[in-house]
């Protein structure tokens, strides 16, 4: 624990040994309530003159070390979010992000002591490696956890993060174990490389396994100064900026570093074969808990993209537009707006007004200019009708990226030009879904969206009265959502 505390202690809570011990040993049992209180003494301790440079660094490192239960706790908890109401996830998130805000900019300040070569620092010098590690960590966490809610990017953040990164190299720490038995320049690939992963295409429950999966391979991981297949992104150690893919020819400078995968893209495709080669349910990445294997062969996919020497090819060539476009969110909101016998009591009201920027065969971009509530997320339903039309379409929210708190980027993939509402009966009930017909589809083939658990192995469905006859055979679950799944299914036409 502490041993540094001597004469000259501040007027602070946390002046003595035995103060930090009582105050950590006494911390709510709530976690949310915990880290609260430990954020508060973060931005304590960070800004009382009178500590030594090595007693401050030594009570920050002890206060972050108490929290580690509650983050770990929190998170956790947080990634259950399909059980979670909308007002207990974001309990969650504010409790976790309002903690490793002022948890970074507190070991960041202490960072640029160092840098100012302010009086006394050399005797926490010892301590430096400790506190750079604590401090990318810090950093790359509350990035994170923006990342949850799709941004927007802070680039006041991404500078610290770059900054505490360059002074760990000139420092000559940047590969020596602080925390945990990891080093600066370790943390620090960590953050890049989750950011290299696209989390703006990624649920909640995906960028956590991501996470974990670049701490598996962090050892594989490459930083050098200058480009090759295995470093395909850049940033820079000086600069303020996200790190990027470098599609062009860069000149190596004195803050640019360029990172990638390494031989961890290979891990990741050994590690995706092995999943595709086996017939369990699930599958264990090693991770931690098991995901169902579909999704994890789906997040396998993605991460194989995203980390790939060459930059995914988009299949559809997009053109740039500049027109308005209806949407109507979830299931619910989904049938209202296609349900022409329904539509009398469909007065718009809870539908949006997007901007198309470019649209392809695929589906669209679009700017939100003015976010309604927080159901916006990867994975939502919408129901989109463009200016001027009568027709919907439907499609899937596949990245969204908040360029503000109100204003976000969405990319949308169109799973039907020609969706139809379809009566079904299943088990004796009757159901509402909605038939999604792509231009492409196999013959007999077709996809339907029901609310959950409608959707069982060896369940028909049959269809009457607004068409000839049908009945439609499970097949698959192809998407599921909040308040949705898509199943696929062979469609057979019954004779009359």
């Known amino acids: 624990m502490i041993s540094l505390f001597g004469r000259g202690r501040p007027d602070h809570p946390m002046a003595d040994e035995a103060s930090v011990r009582r105050i950590l040993g006494e911390l709510p049992r709530d976690s949310m309530k915990a880290l609260e209180e430990l954020g508060h003494w973060h931005e304590s301790v960070a800004t009382t003159p009178e500590f030594r440079p090595e007693v401050r660094v030594e009570v920050l490192l002890a206060i972050d070390a108490a929290a580690e239960p509650h983050v770990k706790k929190v998170l956790r908890e947080y990634l259950t979010a399909g059980r979670l109401t909308r007002f207990q996830e974001n309990r969650l998130w504010s409790a976790a992000h309002g903690y490793w805000a002022p948890a970074a900019l507190a070991m960041a300040q202490v960072v640029d002591l160092f840098l100012q070569g302010a009086k006394g620092m050399d005797r926490a010098r010892p301590q430096l490696p400790s506190l750079l590690t604590g401090a990318l960590r810090a950093l790359a966490q509350q ?144 991770i931690g808990d098991p995901m169902e294997r579909e999704d994890a062969l789906s997040l396998l996919a993605h991460l194989g993209k995203c980390w790939s ?46 901007i198309v920027e470019n649209v392809s065969a695929g589906g669209f971009g679009a700017l939100v200019a003015q976010m309604k509530g927080d159901w916006l997320r990867v994975g939502a339903l919408v129901a989109m009708q463009p200016e001027g039309g009568k027709n919907w379409l439907v499609g899937i929210v596949r990245r969204v990226h908040r360029t503000s708190g109100q204003q976000a980027r969405v990319g949308i993939e169109t799973l039907s030009r020609a969706p139809e509402i379809a009566r079904l009966e299943v088990g004796g009930a009757n159901e ?56 696929g299914f062979r469609e057979m036409v019954r004779d009359a």
């Open 143 to 286: 990035i994170k956890w923006a990342y949850f809610r799709y941004g927007p990017n802070d680039p006041a953040v991404w500078g610290t993060f770059n900054r505490v990164y360059g002074f760990a190299e000139s420092s000559g720490t940047s590969k020596v174990e602080g925390l945990a038995g990891r080093t600066p320049r370790q943390e620090f690939l960590r953050g890049l490389m989750l950011a290299a992963s696209a989390p703006e295409c990624l649920l909640p429950g995906q960028l956590g396994a991501t996470e974990r999966l670049i701490a598996r391979m962090a050892g594989a991981l490459q930083l050098a100064g200058a480009s090759g297949p295995d470093t395909p992104f850049w940033t820079d150690v000086q600069r303020s900026m996200v790190p990027l893919r470098a599609s062009r020819i860069l000149q190596p400078g004195p803050g640019v570093r360029f990172f990638g995968a390494g031989t961890a893209l290979a891990e990741l495709a050994a590690l995706r074969e092995r999943v595709t080669s086996s017939s369990a349910p699930q599958a264990d990445l090693g």
């Open 309 to 354: 020497p060459q930059a995914p090819e988009r299949r559809h060539p997009r053109h740039a537009v500049k027109s308005r476009l209806g949407v109507a969110s979830g299931l619910h909101g989904v049938i209202e707006a296609l349900d022409e016998s329904a539509s009398l009591s469909f007065d718009g009201s809870g539908a949006e007004n997007w």
């Open 432 to 487: 509402t879904g909605v038939v999604l017909r792509p231009p492409a589809a196999d013959a007999g083939q077709v996809r339907i969206a029901l609310r959950p658990g409608v959707f069982a192995p060896g369940q028909n469905l049959e269809r009457r009265g607004d068409v000839s006859p049908r009945v439609y055979l499970p097949i698959r679950v192809d998407d599921r959502g909040e308040d949705y799944e898509i199943g």
